[in-house]
Structure formats: C-alpha cells, structure tokens
C-alpha cells in the first residue's frame, strides 16, 4: 500500500530501473581482499577487514556487503562511507577503515585544515592501495546571490589550495577531487578551473575530478553532464527535500552518461528541532537514499564510534523496517534541512543569502558545528544584526522556517569569541 510520498517515489524509481543489473553482493571477507581501485588492479589487503572486536566467527562476517560501482570510474565501493568534516579523532577514521568503509571524504577548509592533517598523519601507516581518497576545494570569488564565476575567480588559487591539501595530506594523488559547493551551471563549465582540474588529471595527482553540490542540485548535474569532462557527483540527497523528481531525472540521465553518485547529508541535518529532542533515524534516513539504484555509496558523518557500529549494518541491510518508513513520514516540525530553493530570497527586502544562513544553522543546532557555521557567515558577509532594520519579516518559507528567527539565532555567532566555538 502507497502510504506516503516517500514510498511513492521510491516505487516509480524501482520501476524505471527494474531491468538494471542487481546489486552485486559479496562475502564482506572477500571484498576485503578485492581491489577497490577498479582498473588500476590494486589489492585492498585483510589488515583492516574485520570490524572493531568481532573475530573470524562474527555473523557479520557470513553477511553479503553490498557492493556497487562508481560510475565509469571503476572504483567499487560499499554503500556506506565515511565523511570525515566533522571528525577530529584518527581513531574514528580507522573504526570506520576496520567496519570495510573504503572511502574517506574531506575537504580543504574543514577544520581549517586541520582535518586534512589529521588524515595524512593516520594514513601514512596504511597501504595506499586500502583506501580511496576525496577532497574538496571551492573557488573563490563566487558570487553568492548567482553562483556564477567573477573576476576575483581565479584558477591559480584553486590550483595552489589544492597542492595545500596534497601537503597535509601526505600524498602523491587523491582518488577524487571535487569543485566544492557549486549551485550554478556557469561555474561547473567555468573554462579556466576546468582546464585546472584536467592539467591535474593528467599529472596523476587526480585519478577522478567531480563536483560537490547542496543546492540547485539538478542544473549542477546536468551541468555536470553537458561538460563531458567530469567523473563524479557528491551531492545533498535526502527524504526531506522538496524537488524529489528533478533530483531522480537527473541521477537518471548521470548514470546513463556514466557519472558517479554519491550522497551526502542524508540525515537531513539530523534533527527536527532546534533543541534536538526529535532526531531524525539516520538509519532510516541513510537506508532510504540507498533504495537508489544510481547512488553509490553515501558519506555520513561520525563523531562516534557507536554511531560507526549502527551505519555499518546498512552495509549489509537496506530493508527499511515498518517502524523506520513510519519515522520517514512528514511531521508538523519543519526540521532544519534547508532545499535551498530560493523562493525565499525574492522575498527579503534586503536580499539576503537565506539559503547559506538556513545552512549555518543546520550546522549549529543540527550538527553542533558552530566554528563551522561561523566561518560560512563569515564568508558571506552578514552582521549579527542582518535583520534589525526591518520591523517584520516579508518572507514565508516553503517549508515552514520561522526565517527572522533563526537568522536572529544563528547569527549570534559572530559575537562569539572564537575561542568558544566548536
């Protein structure tokens, strides 16, 4: 019975797709002694095959890992990974390597580089051949209101960020290296970074070049594959979104080009509330962006190691239970995942960027990232009291958002020693 939308839209998806290849399962011991380099032939070894404390009698161990492939890549992947933004602890990032997570996802800014670092240091005592690499770099001088390329962008700047990240890194190549954070088709074409991210292709230091996306997601993949140049697509996929069919078009139309998926912010900020007493069921949520075919693996985030242990069962597992479709259902709370549509920004007298504010409050109240959420109002320019001159507020969320107030909340921040921020 078709309960709810979310069901819906997963049941036209399988039907539209019934005639794909099925999902390959292996023995998770045998996976980890296969090669997760696709084509280059190497050999991911067993020393970090079995999960933290299970031995050679686990159940885990007679489970079938589910496996797919990263587009055109090659690369093969379970269909959990980790993100590693949010962790500052090396021992999470080897839970994660010890479960059969094979891909690590991180970024030039996170951390302000400190994540990075901590990877390199970790991941000089492993084989390079025992896991695959992603990190991220925006260009700079984006315009903020179009998304679109300016002057101030500039190709030697993303080319001397990056060679930044290689050094902390400790690495002659990453797997993957993504054009960060685009929402415009302008920017995913823009000529003088592409010719950067190829030049960097060739030299061996990117085996795979894509781009990352929260927002205006099915331009920037079509973009994507209108360019004819890219390899993968990290992009915000989640059952709370508002442009579902868009989104499955274009994952669609990407996996017949050959374009890798993954998925990101599948917990759709991770709670319903500011004040966190209704959580999102991650399991549920990362299960249900899996229910898609063309996406490959998701990169949920762990500052945990419990929360490790309960995403790794979904390596195994996407059957979503009576009781997860039900927490999967629309709720009166409007939550603080932001689709970032835009119909709000019309709307603002003063034109603000309330799609990036909505966004740094999902990473304050949501993620508990307030020296991340601080650092993207930084770098979009508002005050604290962005919203003092107006007397009410002209905007109606399509989701429901009390805007002014949590521009209010969040941009509090900014008077927040940054000593105190986390």
Known sequence: MLHNQWTLHILQYHTKTMKMKAKKGVDRRD?????????????????AGHAAGAGSDSPDEKKKMIIRKLGRTGIELPV????????????LVKAALDHGMVLLDTAHDYQKGRNEEMLGKLLKDYPRDQFVIATKVQPDGIDRKTGNP?????????????????????????????????SAREMVMYKPILRVMKSLKRKGKVRFIGVST????????????DAKVYDVVLTAYNFKQDHLDGMHKAFEKAGVAGIGIIAMKTMAGGFQDKERQHPVNTKAALKWALQNPYVTTSIPGFTA???????AEVMFDLTLTDEEKKDLEPVSLAGLYCNGCEHCVAQCRESLPIP?????????YGYRETQKARDLLTDIGVMADTCSDCDNCTVRCVKGFAVAEKIADVTRLLQVPEDFLT
């Not at 190691?305 to 995403?311: A, H, L, N």
């Open 31 to 47: 996976f980890l002694r296969k090669s997760v380099l696709g084509a280059t032939g190497a050999v991911l070894v067993t020393g």
């Open 80 to 91: 959990v990974s980790m993100g590693v933004m949010r962790a500052d602890n090396p021992g």
């Open 150 to 182: 300016t002057k101030e962008t500039s190709p030697e700047k993303f080319r001397e960020m990056f060679d930044i990240s290689l050094q902390r890194l400790q690495m002659d190549y990453v797997d993957i290296l993504y054009m960060h954070a685009i």
């Open 214 to 225: 929260h927002k205006n997601e099915p331009e920037v993949i079509r973009a994507v594959i």
């Open 305 to 311: 190691f419990d929360q490790i242990d309960e995403d």
């Open 356 to 364: 990036e504010l909505m966004r740094a409050y999902m990473y304050t």
